[in-house]
T-cell receptor
Framework: GEDVEQSLFLSVREGDSSVINCTYTDSSSTYLYWYKQEPGAGLQLLTYIFSNMDMKQDQRLTVLLNKKDKHLSLRIADTQTGDSAIYFCAEKKLSGGKLIFGQGTELSVKP | DTEVTQTPKHLVMGMTNKKSLKCEQHMGHRAMYWYKQKAKKPPELMFVYSYEKLSINESVPSRFSPECPNSSLLNLHLHALQPEDSALYLC??????????????FGPGTRLTVL
């Protein structure tokens, strides 16, 4: 199947770490992406990871990929109120190049 | 620069109107995309243009008509829409749709309301 699954909500306190999880089904996917969408805005590419990597770090963001379990996570260190948004996980299909999105995780950061 | 621009930002139209959404990118990307997004849902792919040719139409009703006048511009012509077509319409572009490393960059969207 083509399902990409995410939990719908996550609430954290400002300054804590947030971990957003995603599972996917297609082992032939080449790249996996994290997009951020603030209210009323478009999708902002946050980071991506190639399927033969297991970790990527970019400032406060850490992406972990467990290819065996088809599990992807995004860790945001020192979460700020400006990080409140919906986070979409997406996988790129090898053939056709379509992006398959998860349902999105709404991150709420409380002061 | 990874900017995709879209106009207008907001659009309200009646069911008998004809309007167009515009999208522009100057990154030299050769693929451009239209997505429809309902509130708090993931984007749904509508059309893909690859090297200015329509390569994917995800069974979109004919009241939506895409056009790619050149490699930098993408239009979506709207006619006889229904209230359920109200949504955020997102444009995206990517460098090479056939490439395994291709990454899509999204515009800010047009918020469409059909009365």
């Amino acid at each position: 199947g083509e399902d990409v699954e995410q939990s719908l909500f996550l609430s954290v306190r400002e300054g804590d770490s947030s971990v957003i999880n995603c599972t996917y089904t297609d082992s032939s996917s080449t790249y996996l992406y994290w997009y951020k969408q603030e209210p009323g805005a478009g999708l902002q590419l946050l980071t991506y990871i190639f399927s033969n990597m297991d970790m990527k770090q970019d400032q406060r963001l850490t992406v972990l990929l467990n290819k065996k379990d088809k599990h992807l996570s995004l860790r945001i260190a020192d979460t700020q109120t400006g990080d409140s948004a919906i986070y979409f996980c997406a996988e790129k299909k090898l053939s056709g190049g379509k992006l398959i999105f998860g349902q999105g995780t709404e991150l709420s950061v409380k002061p | 620069d990874t900017e995709v621009t879209q106009t207008p930002k907001h659009l309200v139209m009646g069911m008998t109107n004809k309007k167009s959404l515009k999208c522009e990118q100057h990154m030299g990307h050769r693929a451009m995309y239209w997505y429809k997004q309902k509130a708090k849902k993931p984007p749904e792919l509508m059309f893909v243009y690859s090297y200015e040719k329509l390569s994917i139409n995800e069974s979109v009703p004919s009241r939506f008509s895409p056009e790619c006048p050149n490699s930098s511009l993408l239009n979506l012509h709207l006619h006889a829409l229904q209230p359920e077509d109200s949504a955020l319409y997102l444009c995206a572009s990517s460098q090479d749709p056939a490439g395994d490393t291709d990454t899509q960059y999204f515009g800010p969207g047009t918020r469409l309301t059909v009365l």
